[in-house]
Structures are given as structure tokens and as C-alpha cells.
């Protein structure tokens, strides 16, 4: 009888150390989080930028501010020259998102795709037209007969200059030569070399030419005040089926940017120097302020500037049928807006 009183006892001590223990585990993992709860599995995103212009401000900003990894998400930059190598980058698979030029989205629908906007960056046209000072040109009509020079054929500057040819009557590909002109080097020696007239150039490279060249450029006509849906995060909708939350947390995070865009220009100033290595105070002062101005506060893509992204790609394929915007544009989802 003695004996059976001690093993109970026994084994009522066992089943309290063990719950002891088993509790003392527990709060142990909470306290690393190890349990399944308090840890979320990270997922990788590879994400496409093109080329180097202020529109990839908020997705490195969000890398370097940790905003990605809060959300448990490690996401690597994949730089591509132009959009058309990043666009068969994307359809094929070798990066999960892309942020480049919304009008992709119309051309991949038409073609069957299933590209979404995540979140918008840009609010306005991209772009301004700029001739040597001193020629006399006053306006479009003083172009007829020259070589205006755009990044390449097909692209997003290609495409403004064309719309906006054709809208004032002269025809893009009789009355002008336009020209694949490359990146900022090559296109600044085409103009100063008279290789081409004119030129479609973007901020920064307006900025830097004011810098080392004061008063040898004009701005024949500005974009920047148009608006225009412009890049975007972009993911294929059964990525976005297939990782919800990832969606979700890319969206928050590249708003958390946006939001300190324009509150911290000393983070953008990081960003900026990261971009432009070498460049000097004033190039990066002059940018990071023109940066808060043009991109998006709030993610959000206006209808206006879906509408007028339409109508560019449109005029120069007309062939393309247009879309709905709530199709495609999945910003106020993810936000939960």
C-alpha cells in the first residue's frame, strides 16, 4: 500500500515537472521566436528596375529602411538597361516583380498575360524636351526636318514624343527622324556633336546637364505636370494568388517609402548618392527635391493617368484594345484601402 502511495506520488511529481518543463519550452521559443505563431516563413522576391531614375527611389528606399524585411520579405534589386529585356524577364519567371512602365500592362493583357499593378510610383509623364539654347527653336513646328533623339525605339519616351507629334499635326515619321539614342552619356554627346536636334530626356539628366553645362540647354517643352500612371510595382495575378500576404506586405512597404519620400530628404539623399555615385551635393540637393514633387504619395494610380497612359500607347498601337482599370489595378485591395 506504501509502495503504491509513493508511485503515484511519483508520478503525479513527473507529470508536473514535465508540464514545468514543457511551459518553460514554450517560453523560451516565444522569447526567440521559434514558435510557429511568433515566426512567418520569409519569402524571396527577386524584383526587376530599369534603368536609373527616381521611380526606383521607393523600392530601394524600402530595402535600405528595412521596410521589405519587416514584412518578411527578402527582396533583391535585378537591374535591367531597358524595359523590353525586364518585360521577357518577367513573363518568363526569372524575377517575381518588376517595377517599369504601366503601359506593359496594357500590352500584356491584349496578349493574355495576367500582370497587376501592386502599387503606384510615379504620378506624372516622365520626360522633357530639351534643345541647344540659342537655334531659335520656339516650338514643336520648328522640329519639322530634325533628328530628335528618344532612349529607344518603342519605349516610353519613344512613345510620349510620337503622341505628342501626332496630337499637333505632325507626323512622327515623315516630317521628323527619331533616334535611338541610348543612355545619358551617348545622348549628350549626339547633342553637343549635332547627331541629332533635340532630345527626350528625363529629371535627373536635366539636372546634371544644368550643372555641367549652365545655360547650353532649353527646355523646349516640359511632361512633368501630366498625369500619368508611369511606373509601377507590377506582379502576374497567380503570383499574387499564390503568395497573398507577400503581395500584400510589397504593397505596404513601398507605401511606407513613399510616405518617407516625403518626409526624410536625407534618406532620399542616400538613395540618390547610391544611384548616381560621384555625382555632386547640388545634383543630389536639386534631385531629392525634385523627387518628392513627382512621385506618388499614396500608391495610388489616378484614372486620369491610367486613362492618359492608355491614350499614348494607343496612338502608336492602335490595335491594342483598352482595359479596365479595376481589372489590373490591385493597389487599394492590398492596402486594404
Do not use: C
Request: no cysteine; aromatic share 6%; net charge positive.
Amino acid at each position: 500500500m506504501k509502495h503504491a502511495t509513493r508511485t503515484a506520488a511519483a508520478s503525479t511529481a513527473f507529470q508536473q515537472l514535465r508540464h514545468w518543463l514543457s511551459g518553460l519550452s514554450l517560453l523560451i521559443a516565444v522569447a526567440i521566436g521559434l514558435t510557429p505563431a511568433a515566426h512567418a516563413e520569409t519569402t524571396k522576391i527577386r524584383i526587376g528596375l530599369i534603368g536609373t531614375n527616381e521611380s526606383q527611389i521607393p523600392i530601394l528606399l524600402a530595402i535600405d529602411k528595412g521596410y521589405f524585411k519587416t514584412e518578411n520579405l527578402d527582396v533583391e534589386p535585378v537591374h535591367f538597361a531597358g524595359g523590353g529585356i525586364a518585360v521577357q524577364a518577367f513573363v518568363g519567371g526569372s524575377i517575381e516583380l518588376a517595377s517599369f512602365a504601366t503601359d506593359h500592362v496594357l500590352r500584356l493583357d491584349n496578349r493574355g498575360g495576367d500582370a497587376r499593378f501592386l502599387i503606384g510610383i510615379d504620378r506624372f509623364i516622365t520626360h522633357i524636351l530639351v534643345v541647344p539654347a540659342g537655334k531659335g527653336y520656339k516650338s514643336f513646328a520648328d522640329l519639322k526636318g530634325k533628328k530628335i533623339g528618344v532612349t529607344a525605339p518603342g519605349s516610353y519616351s519613344d512613345n510620349v514624343l510620337r503622341w505628342e507629334l501626332a496630337k499637333r499635326g505632325i507626323n512622327p515619321d515623315r516630317d521628323v527622324t527619331i533616334i535611338g539614342i541610348g543612355d545619358d552619356n551617348a545622348a549628350t554627346a549626339g547633342l553637343q556633336s549635332g547627331q541629332i536636334d533635340a532630345l527626350i530626356t528625363t529629371t535627373s539628366s536635366l539636372i546634371q546637364y544644368g550643372i555641367e553645362q549652365p545655360g547650353k540647354l532649353q527646355v523646349l517643352y516640359d511632361w512633368r505636370s501630366i498625369p500619368h500612371s508611369g511606373q509601377a510595382v507590377i506582379g502576374r495575378q497567380r503570383w499574387i494568388d499564390s503568395h497573398p500576404e507577400a503581395a500584400r506586405g510589397v504593397a505596404r512597404a513601398v507605401l511606407k517609402a513613399e510616405q518617407t519620400i516625403q518626409t526624410d530628404p536625407e534618406a532620399v539623399k542616400k538613395i540618390i548618392r547610391q544611384q548616381f555615385p560621384g555625382r555632386s551635393e547640388a545634383f543630389v540637393d536639386q534631385y531629392a527635391a525634385a523627387a518628392k514633387n513627382l512621385l506618388s504619395r499614396d500608391g495610388r494610380i489616378s484614372h486620369d493617368g491610367f486613362l492618359k497612359m492608355t491614350e499614348i500607347l494607343r496612338g502608336v498601337e492602335p490595335g491594342l484594345k483598352p482595359i479596365d482599370q479595376a481589372k489590373v489595378d490591385l493597389t487599394d485591395k492590398l492596402l486594404g484601402r
